[in-house]
């Protein structure tokens, strides 16, 4: 069965950083692109960050980037989301999605997703 749990979010003050983990049951895990979507209340899912699954490259959200930085780790199976300078505007829930040999911004071209951790940023 396929799993994907992040884990690392919480409530932060506006300029500190936080840091999510997203460990991914999917096999064989290196050929699978990730990506961070988030949503806010009231609001549809959009992309935030992803990176294929060589590693080789990333994309960003413009209004994520500079500020927070996708990479992964295929020998630990997780995908990770660092994040700078939080805003209040970044409060939402955050979803890492797997896909096989694909990655990229479209929210319905992944296969997989996780159940979301809760990132709160107090101005």
């Known amino acids: 069965q396929v799993q994907l749990v992040e884990s690392g979010g919480g409530l932060v003050q506006a300029g500190n950083s936080l840091r999510l983990s997203c460990a991914a049951s999917?096999?064989?895990?290196?050929?699978?692109?990730m990506g961070w979507f988030r949503q806010a209340p009231g609001k549809e899912r959009e992309f935030v960050a992803s990176i294929p699954w060589t590693g080789d490259n990333t994309m960003y959200a413009d209004s994520v980037k500079g500020r927070f930085t996708i990479s992964r780790d295929n020998a630990k199976n997780t995908v990770f989301l660092q994040m700078n300078s939080l805003k209040p505007e970044d409060t939402a829930v955050y979803y890492c999605?797997?896909?096989?040999?694909?990655?990229?911004?479209?929210?319905?071209?992944?296969?997989?997703w996780g159940p979301g951790t809760q990132v709160t940023v107090s101005s």
């Open positions: 999917v096999r064989p895990f290196s050929t699978y692109g």
């Open positions: 999605a797997a896909r096989r040999l694909g990655w990229g911004r479209l929210t319905q071209a992944y296969d997989y």
